[in-house]
C-alpha cells in the first residue's frame, strides 16, 4: 500500500489543466518504456474536466494513440449511446477528436447490449475482457493499469463503489453488478476494489466544497467499508488531486504549501 501524495490547486479549472498535463506526460513516459500504455478513466465532472482539458492542449499530440488501452472504472448500465453513460461522455469530451483504435477502448456492456438486462453477466463479460488483456507480469487477472483515475463523491464513493454497499465488500471478482445505488440510476457496473488496487497509479479526483467533507474523511483512515476511498490506493502511487475548497477540511500538514 502507498502512502496518499495530495496536490492542491488554486481552482477546478487549473486542477483538470495540470491533471491532463500530468496524464499526457505519463502515457508518454509508458509508451516509450513498454511501447504502449494502459489508463482507467472516471466519468463525473471533475473525470470530463480533464478530458476536455487534455482535448485542448497541444501537447495531445505527443500520445500515441493507436497505442493507448482505454477502460473504465465503473459505468452507469444503461442503453448505448445515453448521454449518461460514462462512454458517451468520454467520446464528446475527448474520444472522437483523436485517433483512439476502437479495438483499444474497452467500454462496459449497455443494457442492450448482447447480454440484455443483465449487469451481473455483463460484468463478468467486463472481468473476462479484463483478465484476457492481463499478461504474465501482472499482477493477477487484470493488466497493471499506468494510471487509474477515480472521482470522489460527497459520500466518499469511488467507481460505483458506496459506503456499506455490497461492492465495496467484494475481495475476489474484479467487476461487479451494482443494484439499488444510492446515485441514479440504480443499477451499474463498477471494478472492485482488488482491481482497482492493481494499478501501479490510482489518481483521485475531487473539486468544490461538497467534496471538502468527503476527502478530509478518507485521508483521516478510516475503513474502506465506510468510506470506500480510502481503499483506493496504486501500488506504485496514490496521488490525489484537488482544488482548494475540496481540500478546505484537511489538516494544512497533509498537503505541502506550495501546491499551486
Same mark, same amino acid.
Given at each position: 500500500?502507498?502512502?496518499?501524495?495530495?496536490?492542491?490547486?488554486?481552482?477546478?479549472?487549473?486542477?483538470?489543466?495540470?491533471?491532463?498535463?500530468?496524464?499526457?506526460?505519463?502515457?508518454?513516459?509508458?509508451?516509450?518504456?513498454?511501447?504502449?500504455?494502459?489508463?482507467?478513466?472516471?466519468?463525473?465532472?471533475?473525470?470530463?474536466?480533464?478530458?476536455?482539458?487534455?482535448?485542448?492542449?497541444?501537447?495531445?499530440?505527443?500520445? &500515441?494513440?493507436?497505442?493507448?488501452?482505454?477502460?473504465?472504472?465503473?459505468? +452507469?448500465?444503461?442503453?448505448?449511446?445515453?448521454?449518461?453513460?460514462?462512454?458517451?461522455?468520454? +467520446?464528446?469530451?475527448?474520444? &472522437?477528436?483523436?485517433?483512439?483504435?476502437?479495438?483499444?477502448?474497452?467500454?462496459?456492456?449497455?443494457?442492450?447490449?448482447?447480454?440484455?438486462? &443483465?449487469?451481473?453477466?455483463?460484468?463478468?463479460?467486463?472481468?473476462?475482457?479484463?483478465?484476457?488483456?492481463?499478461?504474465?507480469?501482472?499482477?493477477?487477472?487484470?493488466?497493471?493499469?499506468?494510471?487509474?483515475?477515480?472521482?470522489?463523491?460527497?459520500?466518499?464513493?469511488?467507481?460505483?463503489?458506496?459506503?456499506?454497499?455490497?461492492?465495496?465488500?467484494?475481495?475476489?471478482?474484479?467487476?461487479?453488478?451494482?443494484?439499488?445505488?444510492?446515485?441514479?440510476?440504480?443499477?451499474?457496473?463498477?471494478?472492485?476494489?482488488?482491481?482497482?488496487?492493481?494499478?501501479?497509479?490510482? *489518481?483521485?479526483?475531487?473539486?468544490?466544497?461538497?467534496?471538502?467533507?468527503?476527502?478530509?474523511?478518507?485521508?483521516?483512515?478510516?475503513?474502506?467499508?465506510?468510506?470506500?476511498?480510502?481503499?483506493?490506493?496504486?501500488?506504485?502511487?496514490?496521488? *490525489?488531486?484537488? &482544488? +482548494?475548497?475540496?481540500?478546505?477540511?484537511?489538516?494544512?500538514?497533509?498537503?505541502?504549501?506550495?501546491?499551486?
Amino acid at each position: 500500500m502507498t502512502a496518499p501524495q495530495v496536490v492542491v490547486h488554486r481552482d477546478k479549472e487549473l486542477m483538470a489543466q495540470a491533471a491532463a498535463a500530468r496524464l499526457i506526460t505519463k502515457i508518454v513516459d509508458a509508451q516509450a518504456a513498454r511501447g504502449s500504455a494502459s489508463v482507467v478513466l472516471t466519468g463525473g465532472r471533475n473525470g470530463n474536466a480533464l478530458l476536455a482539458a487534455l482535448a485542448a492542449s497541444p501537447a495531445r499530440d505527443a500520445v &500515441d494513440w493507436a497505442r493507448l488501452d482505454l477502460w473504465w472504472g465503473d459505468e +452507469r448500465f444503461l442503453p448505448s449511446g445515453d448521454p449518461d453513460r460514462n462512454d458517451t461522455q468520454a +467520446r464528446e469530451a475527448l474520444l &472522437d477528436a483523436v485517433p483512439v483504435e476502437p479495438a483499444r477502448v474497452h467500454v462496459m456492456p449497455s443494457s442492450d447490449g448482447p447480454l440484455g438486462n &443483465d449487469a451481473d453477466a455483463a460484468a463478468e463479460a467486463y472481468a473476462q475482457e479484463l483478465a484476457a488483456a492481463a499478461g504474465p507480469e501482472d499482477h493477477g487477472p487484470v493488466p497493471s493499469f499506468d494510471v487509474l483515475m477515480l472521482g470522489v463523491g460527497p459520500d466518499t464513493h469511488v467507481a460505483s463503489l458506496f459506503p456499506g454497499h455490497p461492492g465495496v465488500r467484494e475481495t475476489e471478482r474484479t467487476v461487479v453488478g451494482v443494484h439499488g445505488s444510492p446515485k441514479p440510476p440504480p443499477t451499474r457496473i463498477s471494478l472492485t476494489l482488488p482491481a482497482i488496487r492493481a494499478a501501479r497509479e490510482v *489518481w483521485l479526483l475531487a473539486a468544490g466544497e461538497d467534496k471538502a467533507g468527503a476527502v478530509a474523511i478518507a485521508l483521516s483512515g478510516p475503513g474502506e467499508i465506510q468510506a470506500p476511498a480510502a481503499g483506493a490506493h496504486g501500488r506504485a502511487r496514490t496521488l *490525489w488531486l484537488l &482544488d +482548494r475548497t475540496a481540500a478546505a477540511k484537511l489538516p494544512p500538514q497533509l498537503y505541502p504549501p506550495s501546491s499551486p
